[in-house]
């Protein structure tokens, strides 16, 4: 049967039968696949310690005569440990894992993959604020889905303004101008650095928090 090695996330584990568990897999080129590991949860299992969830193994898999592949063998390559030991970073790490699963039902598309795995690191990384890697993150996966956030124009195609504030339209992804909107310039400068800087960079802007929970609630509520 054809055998192939991949880096890979595990998105699902399920228990079955007495020792085997059957997993969901995020690949970067073939994109998400079930295979089960045979024997995995025997204390002496050689693939049980490279099966983690919240981080990147290296698996060989035989394809299955149906859907269902064969795990061979697993390493990890990298465990984001520091993500179990804080409740928030936790709990924003299973819905990380929720809307790349439920997106990669139906697209296959690498850099969906990739931006699961970078997510993974930021949130490892305690000297960054977890709201910092959300904002972050939710931006970036709106731009895979082709519906990236106009940060340049308003909905009537004008230049966005420092003098002016703005309500943002979700049908059209732009802002558009109110004379009480939510959202300023600090708000708009904020999201345009988060679309194109890292989580690393981020968290060295001075003032944001005074407005990432507005800029959050944008993004939270994003259609997708």
Known sequence: M???RTEAIIMRRTNYGE??????ILMPERGKVSAIAKGVRKSKSKLAGGLELFATCDVTIIEGRGEMGLITSARLIKF?????????????GYELIKI????TETIIEPDFYYLLRDSFAYLDTLSIDYRVVELWFRLHFVFLLGRALNLATSVDNVRLSADLRYNFDFT???FTQHHD??????????????NSKNPAILRQVSGMNDILDDCLWLV?????
Do not use: C, E, W
């Not at 020792?19 to 969901?24: M, V």
């Not at 984001?80 to 924003?92: A, E, S």
């Open 220 to 224: 939270r509520s994003l259609p997708y």
């Open 181 to 194: 909107g939510r959202f300023g310039t600090a708000h708009i400068k904020l999201l345009r650095l988060a």
């Open 80 to 92: 984001y440990g520091t993500i179990l030991h804080d409740y928030d970073r936790l709990q924003f």
């Open 172 to 174: 059209d992804m732009a």
């Open 2 to 4: 054809p055998t192939y």
């Open 19 to 24: 020792a085997d568990r059957i997993l969901n």
């Open 100 to 103: 790349v699963n439920r997106t």
